[in-house]
T-cell receptor, first 114, second 112 residues
Framework: DQQVKQNSPSLSVQEGRISILNCDYT??????FLWYKKYPAEGPTFLIS?????DKNEDGRFTVFLNKSAKHLSLHIVPSQPGDSAVYFC?????????????FGTGTQLKVEL | SQTIHQWPATLVQPVGSPLSLECTVE??????LYWYRQAAGRGLQLLFY??????ISSEVPQNLSASRPQDRQFILSSKKLLLSDSGFYLC???????????FGDGTRLSIL
């Protein structure tokens, strides 16, 4: 049962344009959402997060939008740069007494072309 | 600042051999610690997490075990490796509450 889904395995965008990565979740108990960026043979790097009390969070070129009614979140990267080419994972958490366990999507490979 | 170290970076082991992967965190105390596995073309699957010394929770039944002998040390072990244990193993730490997890650089484990 895939509780966090990234339905686009890959995305190609031109440098300078907007990249939009999408993520859907099914568990209504999730209340904290994160995006990670991963290069080959490295661990994921935290990018940005959002709690369920917000619908938007912005950090520089990165903005995350949360639509709770649709159980959907998206990551916008503007403007896209070649160094943004990586795999992007969304993750979700429902805080329990057992630590902040994350459920990850399967990732979207972003390629930013010159 | 906090750092997380994971070693070795790559490991090739024969089927049936034992395994020990180590992860240490610096610059923080009483972190939550996690072991994940990423199989080829898949997302990250949580294997174990720990909220304190000696406290281990297992998320999926498997051939692996975890231990936390010290506050900032997390070890992933197996007595006898299977071919299906191949993958990319990642250690992570976080604070309590709504805090992101921070990952090490991972160990690429190949079973022959």
């Amino acid at each position: 049962d895939q509780q966090v889904k990234q339905n686009s395995p890959s995305l190609s965008v031109q440098e300078g344009r907007i990249s939009i990565l999408n993520c859907d979740y099914t568990n209504s108990m999730f209340d904290y959402f994160l995006w990670y960026k991963k290069y080959p043979a490295e661990g994921p790097t935290f990018l940005i997060s959002i709690s369920s009390i917000k619908d938007k969070n912005e950090d520089g070129r990165f903005t995350v939008f949360l639509n709770k009614s649709a159980k959907h979140l998206s990551l916008h990267i503007v403007p896209s740069q070649p160094g943004d080419s990586a795999v992007y994972f969304c993750a979700a958490s429902g805080i329990t007494g057992g630590g902040n366990k994350l459920t990850f999507g399967t990732g979207t490979q972003l390629k930013v072309e010159l | 600042s906090q750092t997380i170290h994971q070693w070795p970076a790559t490991l090739v082991q024969p089927v049936g051999s034992p395994l020990s992967l180590e992860c240490t965190v610096e610059g923080t105390s009483n972190p939550n610690l996690y072991w994940y596995r990423q199989a080829a073309g898949r997302g990250l699957q949580l294997l174990f997490y720990s909220v304190g010394i000696g406290q281990i929770s297992s998320e999926v039944p498997q051939n692996l075990s975890a231990s936390r002998p010290q506050d900032r040390q997390f070890i992933l072990s197996s007595k006898k490796l299977l071919l299906s244990d191949s993958g990319f193993y990642l250690c992570a730490w976080s604070g309590d509450g709504y805090q992101p997890q921070h990952f090490g650089d991972g160990t690429r484990l190949s079973i022959l």
